[in-house]
């Protein structure tokens, strides 16, 4: 469940006085996410036609001074044809707002749903988007920090200390090495560029095989290109529980990423050390976030042995294998 701030739906109605969106019809809290609160807007619309808006409140781990690049890499993205949610601007030009205490945007509404099994041929059509993303970033001159990059993995291990090993016996040991191993092999040279950096199934929203929408851009930093088509291979690629490996899946999201972007030799060489890192990441956060959120908190605590199978996993596979022959 994520809608960690409640505000009631006359405060939302008031809310939308400062748009050109017409009032309030219904307001529901969406339960997918983890991070912010998310509400479904639905209003009479400005021309009377019915109109539907999200409404997010910014929590905890999102930066408000991140905010204006997020705002400004969807706008740039958006004028080059992605299939991105635009940050709208009340009637003085506003977009960052407060509302029940906290930042607030209105935010376009895009159609589509998240597929939990993907088929390949969604894989395909995932990667294709994430290529074409990748084009479409070329010219943003924004820059953010990863903060969740090979030095902040290190952070949170640390912060994750003794308690590893009450998730798993022997989890710390294993942390600890695979952070040598990254630190002896992560590539220096690899072309960077704005990334998205969390393009799970959850965050493409489709109609049947088709992309209608990327979503939830609060991870988007400037790091290494080829390590964000690491990320999508993780998520996109294994069962939940990361035991099964889908090698048809990872070969259609490699061609679809082909045909829209590609990989250098040199990216393709290190891909599955990019993916170890990427493997690495989500089990360090959700270690932590296992570790840190009470198990009866709202929010459902996701598993961090699933990303412990993957990491297995990329540590021995036949790098050939990972995006197809
Ligand atoms: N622009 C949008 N259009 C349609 N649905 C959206 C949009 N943004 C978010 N959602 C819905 O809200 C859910 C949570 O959004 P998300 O940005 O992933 O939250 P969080 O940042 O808290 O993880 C998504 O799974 C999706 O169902
Ligand atoms: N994708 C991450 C968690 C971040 O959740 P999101 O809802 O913001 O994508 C994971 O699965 O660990």
Redesign the pocket.
Same mark, same amino acid.
């Given at each position: 469940m994520?809608v960690y701030t409640h505000v009631p739906a006359e405060e939302i109605d008031a809310f939308l006085t400062r748009y050109n969106a017409g009032r309030l019809v219904s307001a529901k809290g969406?339960a997918?996410?983890?991070?912010?609160s998310?509400y479904?807007l639905e209003t009479t619309g400005a021309d009377g036609k019915g109109h539907r808006y999200?409404l +997010?409140l910014y929590e905890k781990r999102v930066d408000q001074a991140d905010l204006p690049f997020f705002m400004d890499l969807l706008d740039h993205l958006g004028a080059r044809g992605c299939l991105v949610?635009r940050f709208i601007a009340d009637t003085s030009g506003q977009r960052l707002q407060q509302l029940g205490g906290r930042p607030a945007c209105l935010?376009?509404?895009? +159609?589509?749903i998240?597929v939990t099994e993907p088929t390949p041929a969604q894989a395909k059509a995932a990667g294709a988007a994430l290529g074409e993303l990748h084009r479409a970033a070329q010219g943003f001159d924004g820059e953010r920090r990863n903060a969740l990059d090979i030095a902040g993995w290190h952070d949170l291990a640390a912060k994750c200390g003794d308690d590893f090993d009450s998730i798993a016996p022997g989890l710390g040991a294993r942390v600890a090495e695979e952070l040598a191993f990254l630190d002896a092999h992560w590539p220096a040279d690899l072309p960077r560029s704005v990334i998205h950096a969390d393009l799970f199934p959850?965050?493409v929203?489709m109609l049947g095989d088709r992309v209608t929408?990327l979503?939830?851009f609060?991870f988007s930093c400037t790091d290494i290109r080829a390590y964000d088509l690491a990320v999508t291979h993780s998520a996109w690629t294994f069962s939940h529980d990361g035991g099964a490996f889908f090698a048809d899946r990872a070969a259609a999201l490699g061609a679809g990423y082909g045909q829209a972007h590609g990989l250098t030799d040199a990216e393709r060489t290190v891909f599955p050390i990019l993916c170890r890192g990427a493997a690495l990441r989500f089990l360090l956060t959700r270690a932590y976030d296992w570790i840190n959120t009470p198990a009866d908190a709202l929010v459902t605590r996701k598993d961090p042995l699933a990303y412990l199978r993957r990491l297995d996993f990329y540590a021995k596979a036949d790098p050939t294998g990972l995006l197809g022959a």
């Open positions: 994520a969406i997918e996410g983890v991070e912010n998310n479904l999200i +997010t949610p935010i376009e509404f895009l +159609t589509g998240s959850d965050n929203l929408g979503i939830d609060y």
